[in-house]
């Protein structure tokens, strides 16, 4: 089992959970991240430290989430690692809460 970033990070990016991460396995795009489900090992550590709540383990994801573990796995072979914590998007704050965001998820 490995873990999968939802939607809840998109124009968010959030990299409270990439500091806690002992193996690397997130990936950074323009406005998300994902999990490389080849390098995750199940430690559960970024879970709790996500602002949002956009991380779930991958039985456990939502059933309108579903589609993100396509993704992650998708995007993880495209994009590039990213091992230090950085500052979220500048706006942030004002799509943390807000649904439906996948049509504004850039590749």
Do not use: H
């Not at 994902?34 to 996500?50: G, H, K, N, S």
Request: charged share 35%; hydrophobic share 35%.
């Amino acid at each position: 089992m490995t873990y999968v970033v939802t939607e809840s990070c998109i124009r968010c990016k959030y990299t409270d959970c990439v500091d806690v991460c002992p193996v690397d396995c997130f990936r950074e795009g323009p406005n998300f991240l994902v999990i490389d489900p080849d390098e995750c090992i199940d430690c559960t550590l970024c879970v709790a430290e996500c602002p949002v709540e956009a991380i779930f383990a991958e039985d456990d994801v939502p059933e309108n989430q579903r589609r993100f573990i396509a993704i992650n796995a998708e995007l993880a072979k495209q994009w590039p690692a990213i091992v230090e914590r950085k500052d979220p998007l500048s706006d942030a704050d004002e799509w943390a809460k807000r649904t439906d965001k996948l049509p504004e998820l850039k590749r």
